[in-house]
């Protein structure tokens, strides 16, 4: 029911909007016939420029190629060859020498001969060494107390030379090997006692004969020396005699 009066409101708000409309236009279009009409005023024809018509620009001509121009090459002429010979001159026949007898000369009689001096032989060379090593006594001193040898071990420029075995023995003995020091021991204080090796081999004076020498290692009988051979005695012995109980041997590399 509410909806049916909201539309019947509507419709009469919309037939009175209509006739108002109606009305007013009516109205203008009366209002507008019985005004004067303006005479409309001539628009003056705008003028026209004349624009002048472009010249044609006339056309570059091509400019002609130039043409080579021939020039003929003379042909060489051919410069003739001219040989000239050197006549050899035939060679002239020397004349054959006669043979001409010599006077007969004196015979001379053969010089005396002289006696060649004889030329003396070259120096031999010196043989090498042997052995390695070489021995020596270089001192002998005489001691109640023990027997024994000692001595150096050197190189070729005569400094010590140490880890060098010595084998050293006697008749009926095998004897023993002493291994030489870098270092110099001084042992007794009396001068000459100096050694770098040193060999035991008897309490007391020993009347023997003793023989040492240079191996390889220790254990070993092959010599690389020359083997040395001592004498010691048991008497006399005391330090103002000439007994011979204590011998030092130095050793040094050929």
Known sequence: MKSMRNRMVILALAITVILGLLACSTTGGLISRNDPTATPTKTPKPTFTITPTPTDTPIPTDTPTPTATFTPTPEATNTPIVL????????????????????????????????????????????APQFAWRGEV???FPNCAFTGLFGHTLDRNGGLAGNVWIH???DGWNGAWALS?????????????EKNWDAYLADGPRAATWYACVVAEQNSWDCISNTM????????????????????????QN
């Open 181 to 193: 020091s870098w270092t110099e021991d001084k042992g007794q204080s009396y001068v000459g006692d």
């Open 84 to 127: 000239t010979a050197t006549p050899t001159e035939e060679p002239t026949e020397t004349p054959v020498p006669t043979n001409t007898t010599a006077p007969p000369t004196a015979t001379r009689r053969p010089p005396t001969r002289v006696p060649a001096t004889a030329t003396p032989a070259p120096p031999t060379n010196t043989p």
């Open 138 to 140: 270089t001192a002998t």
């Open 168 to 170: 050293y023995w006697t």
């Open 229 to 252: 051979t001592v004498q010691t005695v048991a008497e006399p012995c005391d330090s103002t005699s000439n007994g011979i109980q204590v011998v030092r041997i130095t050793f040094r």
